[in-house]
């Protein structure tokens, strides 16, 4: 596979309103638009981490997201040069149409990841498709395309045909600004809702009669039973990060809006693992026989991000952190903590220490989540501290180190949440504290990845008892250079 270097993304912005994220790319750092004044006060967040238009005092209504851009300009005939280009592409020997084709060229995209070969394919025939895919492996643009493609070959209808569910509302976002990216050339309209902005901004974009409507499902359910969203057109469902929706507690409202969708659709569903409950899920939502996509083992971590763990007593943790962040090395870090307090505590205290840096994770206000991301992506602040509900709902390019404060109390969030540096082809480093009682849990943790984790500075690692699961990999020197990361780049 060939290693690629995309240009910055030159797409304008999409009916979202909060910043981009979710495709093929590496370092597309488009951003996220102003929205002038804040609410105020701490009103209490609702399911999604929302905050309610009732409750708080606020200066002013939390802006509406903005209309859909319309139909894009078009600046004439593809050159010559252009022409030759997407008909060399790999992802027109995948049957995608010149205009999409184009589309991701101009991105800078040059080669299909693995799951966009495997699901591309599927989702262009019409079969339902079970994948198995981790953030990062460029499962957005798996849907997005095929999706794309399949509108623009039949007549709007005025009414919503594509359905998009997903957990957060960045995830919302980012797949959003994907959409608008991908479909620059086809003229179609998209809409995403989700809670902690007013609704009526959203009844305006939804009166516009978008083909594709991404959503989280609070805000969906909200609209639906006002009567401002129908359904019933619906034939095309992509259900994304089904396990978050899991962990989440949103399993009934998903039921609630695939109730809601005619029987005969195409369903495509995603997961970063498939366990038994996901399976039960898929089971009712799927058509009997749909191609099943796995393209890495479930458990698997990103390759290109080294691993340490570092032994450390737990009020001695922040001291070591701050050390930790003295590094130069440290361009960008995203900081783990198991808990919201825990997240906000961390954030101000490394502010007492001089170490700009803020805290996100699902009590935060929707202003607030923006000015933090717009900050830490645009560089003007490197640390952000966060909660796993904020793992999958990050994608920032260029993130240098993961540090796990606390160690996250399921194996699984380890994996997700050292996704976030190592990727597009980079090296990234993730460093995890343990004190005395955290020992089971990286205990877990190891047992899952099958490896053994170096220690680096901290204390020596402690005397282990025997277990009884399977033996971890020889773990390797943590002045080792960094193992070759895979050709593909990331797609979002």
């Not at 990727?423 to 943790?445: K, P, Q, V, Y």
């Not at 020596?460 to 390797?476: F, K, N, V």
């Amino acid at each position: 596979m060939i290693t690629f270097r995309p240009r910055r993304s030159r797409s304008s912005s999409s009916t979202s309103a909060t910043s981009p994220a979710g495709a093929p790319a590496a370092r597309t750092e488009p951003r996220g638009p102003s929205h002038g004044p804040r609410p105020q006060g701490r009103p209490s967040p609702n399911r999604e981490g929302a905050v309610p238009r009732s409750g708080g005092q606020h200066r002013s209504p939390p802006p509406p997201p903005r209309a859909p851009e319309p139909p894009p300009v078009r600046l004439g005939p593809p050159s010559p040069e252009t022409l030759a280009a997407i008909e060399a592409s790999p992802f027109t020997a995948l049957g995608l149409v010149a205009p999409l084709v184009r589309a991701i060229l101009d991105e800078g995209y040059t080669e299909p990841t693995p799951v966009q070969i495997e699901v591309i394919p599927h989702a262009l025939a019409g079969r339902d498709v079970l994948a198995a895919a981790q953030t990062g492996t460029g499962k957005t643009a798996a849907f997005v395309l095929p999706l794309l493609q399949r509108l623009a070959e039949t007549k709007a209808s005025g009414r919503i045909r594509v359905l998009v569910l997903t957990p957060t509302r960045e995830l919302a976002a980012q797949i959003a600004e994907r959409i608008s990216v991908y479909g620059r050339y086809r003229g179609l309209r998209h809409a995403v809702v989700y809670g902690g902005v007013s609704q009526h901004g959203q009844e305006r974009v939804l009166a516009t009669q978008p083909d594709v409507l991404v959503a989280t499902p609070g805000r969906l359910l909200d609209l639906m039973a006002q009567g401002v969203v129908r359904l019933d057109a619906v034939t095309h469902f992509v259900l994304d990060e089904a396990d978050r929706m899991l962990d989440m507690g949103f399993v009934h409202d998903v039921r609630r809006v695939t109730a809601a969708l005619p029987t005969e659709r195409q369903t495509l569903f995603f997961s970063a693992t498939i366990p038994r409950e996901i399976e039960q899920l898929a089971r009712g939502m799927l058509r009997p026989d749909p191609a099943r996509v796995s393209v890495t083992p479930q458990v698997t971590t990103a390759e290109g991000v080294e691993q340490h763990v570092v032994f450390v007593a737990k009020n001695d943790k922040r001291a070591m952190l701050e050390t930790v962040l003295k590094d130069e090395a440290v361009r960008r870090v995203i900081v783990f903590t198991r808990t919201k307090h825990g997240a906000n505590r961390l954030s101000e205290q490394l502010e007492k220490s001089g170490i700009e840096s803020a805290a996100i994770h699902g009590n935060k206000s929707q202003g607030a989540r923006e000015r933090a991301l717009e900050a830490f992506r645009a560089g003007t602040m490197r640390v952000l501290v966060a909660t796993d509900l904020a793992a999958r709902g990050i994608d920032v390019d260029g993130i240098s180190h993961v540090i796990n404060f606390d160690l996250p109390n399921v194996p699984e969030s380890y994996v997700h949440r050292i996704g976030r540096t190592g990727r597009a082809g980079a090296t990234g480093r993730a460093i995890s504290f343990c004190d005395h009682e955290e020992r089971d849990l990286l205990a877990d943790i190891e047992r899952l990845i099958r490896k053994r984790l170096p220690t680096f500075g901290g204390e020596p690692r402690p005397a282990e008892a025997p277990r009884s699961g399977p033996r971890p990999e020889q773990a390797r020197s943590p002045h080792a250079p960094p193992r070759r990361p895979r050709a593909f780049g990331r797609a979002r």
